[in-house]
């Protein structure tokens, strides 16, 4: 059973470009979750979704981003016109129902020049 | 604002000895609190978790301890081992929040053999 895949792994992109993450949850899972951490910093929570719908998406910066999660197909999490401060690590978590345990993909180390 | 706070950047034990990792929170509404545990270039994993209507919990070698009053929890760890030697998550959430998790910043634990 694969877990949660984050692809890519590593993202360079030079500033006003468009960063787009890809995740897709463990098989059986519906709720995906996207936290951040900026350098030095615990992760924090961006935005939650279930298929199709946004629940949750308080943490999201108001401009530039924008998260989805269609019927078909991984949760992507796009960040239009990126700046140096979109530099961190995006996480991925998935989980079975609203309150039962996340699991994490590896992340996407996104890098503004 | 920081709702959690992981005071040590980092922590150094030998092998065998028991390893403390503390946190503590300022949101007297959080009521579920977990520890996640990171190796480089991967993503947290879940480790064991309390809620708010116990004082302590335990999974093995490791043991969680949460002291309301004082909006203080603590992880323990017994005996360490190098393989323990990750980055140590402290989180917390209101239980209908679902997985909304506040995290800490970390704390980085070093365990020699």
């Known amino acids: 059973n694969a877990g949660v895949m984050q692809n890519p792994r590593h993202l360079v992109r030079r500033r006003g470009q468009e960063a787009r993450l890809r995740c897709s949850p463990m098989?059986?899972?519906?709720?995906v979750y996207w936290y951040r951490q900026l350098p030095e910093e615990g992760l924090k929570f961006m935005v939650y979704?279930?298929?199709?719908?946004?629940?949750?998406e308080s943490g999201m910066p108001k401009e530039r981003f924008s998260a989805e999660f269609p019927k078909e197909g991984p949760s992507i999490l796009r960040i239009q016109q990126v700046v140096r401060g979109d530099s961190a690590a995006y996480f991925c978590a998935s989980s079975p129902g609203i309150n039962e345990k996340l699991f994490f993909g590896s992340g996407t180390q996104l890098s503004v020049l | 604002d920081q709702q959690v706070k992981q005071n040590s950047p980092s922590l150094s034990v030998q092998e065998g000895r028991i390893s403390i990792l503390n946190c503590d929170y300022t949101n007297s509404m959080f009521d579920y609190f977990l520890w996640y545990k990171k190796y480089p270039a991967e993503g947290p994993t879940f480790l064991i978790s309390?809620?708010?209507?116990?004082d302590k919990n335990e999974d093995g070698r490791f043991t969680v301890f949460l002291n309301k009053s004082a909006k203080h929890l603590s992880l323990h760890i017994v005996p360490s081992q190098p393989g323990d030697s990750a980055v140590y998550f402290c989180a917390a959430t209101e239980g209908l929040r679902g997985n909304k998790l506040v995290f800490g910043a970390g704390t980085i634990l070093r365990v020699k053999s």
């Open positions: 098989k059986g899972h519906s709720h």
């Open positions: 979704l279930q298929k199709e719908n946004i629940i949750d």
């Open positions: 309390i809620s708010s209507i116990k």
